[in-house]
């Protein structure tokens, strides 16, 4: 019963076999190699940008920080949710990168912010005045880390507010296949259709062993990203291990068969545990992460049971066998239809 996170299941058979295939002979190195080119027109087709610049990297704090580092002053304010992954998880990589950009948490939700919030903490920096921030780059996160999605409405929303004040709109894409099959939506539509400069586009949580790709829709805001990709030591000589991963993970749309499956086994684990008594979810779930309410003893069952999730508030230790703390569970492709029913009977047959 693993649901701690999509970034501690397997890596998909069909990736694992193209690494091996790409495990022959010498190419040349740095990029240069035919199967690294393939990879990045791949990424183009799916997201019909030929011009795109792609760059493929092995972390999405990589793909993050070096984006927002392309596009972003040192004196800048970058927009972000009060709970993006670029405030709260990356260790000041963003502000590294950016030199002391100044991340700037917008609205009152956890999860993510509408155009109207973000229209207003804009506006309160004058870039004419050189005491304040200057008007940086917006960074949304799709799927948001509270497992929510921004309807493509919401996103060109945001887009325009960011056309108006000349900034670009960065999307933190970790989860970027999860939010494209929940939303039924192509790449290009929910990305530079609907107004997005740049993607850090996720297929390590999707199943692929280390890879991501950062995609700037326009070349010309690309010029710096090689430089501070070297400067980053974010650079592979042997670059035909990460292609071969992008590349087998876009055939034959297996992104979207792999996002899809781990949307369909949260969907199965919510159904498992709604109704249980004491359960309450803190966020609707609309792709392949739960946060849940359960009284202490339940999670105590649960851990007993052999359950692996994370306890996001609230501690197991404790008097109170019926005092709620928050769940965090999390399917990937690979979860076990049995393993959800086993925790759901785990949940259920809990006794205070």
């Not at 917006?138 to 919401?154: K, P």
């Not at 650079?235 to 991963?245: D, G, H, N, T």
Request: aromatic share 8%.
């Amino acid at each position: 019963m693993k649901f701690a996170s999509d970034n501690n299941g397997p890596v998909h058979p069909k990736i694992m076999e193209a690494m091996v295939r790409a495990n022959e002979g010498h190419v040349p190195a740095y990029g240069g190699d035919d199967l690294t080119r393939s990879a990045i027109e791949k990424v183009r087709e799916v997201f019909e940008a030929p011009q795109a610049s792609v760059f493929l990297v092995p972390t999405g704090t990589a793909a993050n920080a070096l984006i927002l580092g392309s596009l972003t002053k040192p004196w800048d304010a970058v927009f972000c949710s009060n709970f993006a992954h670029i405030h709260v998880d990356e260790c000041h990589a963003p502000e590294a990168f950016t030199n002391g950009a100044k991340l700037t948490p917008v609205g009152k939700r956890i999860d993510k912010f509408n155009s109207s919030e973000l229209k207003t903490a804009i506006s309160g920096f004058n870039p004419s005045n050189i005491q304040q921030s200057g008007h940086g780059p917006v960074s949304i996160t799709q799927v948001t880390e509270r497992g929510t999605l921004y309807g493509l409405d919401e996103i060109a929303g945001i887009a325009d507010v960011c056309r108006e004040a000349g900034v670009p709109l960065h999307l933190d894409g970790a989860r970027f296949a999860n939010a494209a099959a929940a939303l039924g939506c192509s790449a290009a539509e929910m990305s530079w259709k609907v107004g997005v400069d740049a993607v850090s586009f996720g297929a390590t949580k999707n199943g692929a062993l280390a890879v991501e790709a950062a995609v700037i829709f326009d070349p010309a805001r690309a010029v710096e990203f090689r430089r501070r990709q070297q400067r980053a030591a974010m650079v592979f000589s042997k670059s035909r291990y990460l292609a071969a991963q992008m590349e087998a993970y876009l055939t034959d749309g297996l992104w979207l068969e792999t996002a899809g499956e781990a949307n369909r086994l949260a969907g199965l684990l919510e159904a498992g545990i709604t109704g249980i008594d004491g359960v309450e979810f803190a966020f609707p779930r609309q792709a392949n992460m739960i946060f849940v309410w359960l009284p202490r003893f339940r999670h105590r069952a649960l851990k007993e049971a052999g359950a692996y999730y994370y306890i996001e508030a609230g501690v197991l230790e404790g008097d109170d066998p019926h005092e709620p703390l928050l769940g965090r569970l999390v399917c990937d492709w690979s979860v076990k239809e049995a393993d959800i029913a086993k925790f759901a009977d785990a949940a259920q047959g809990a006794r205070p």
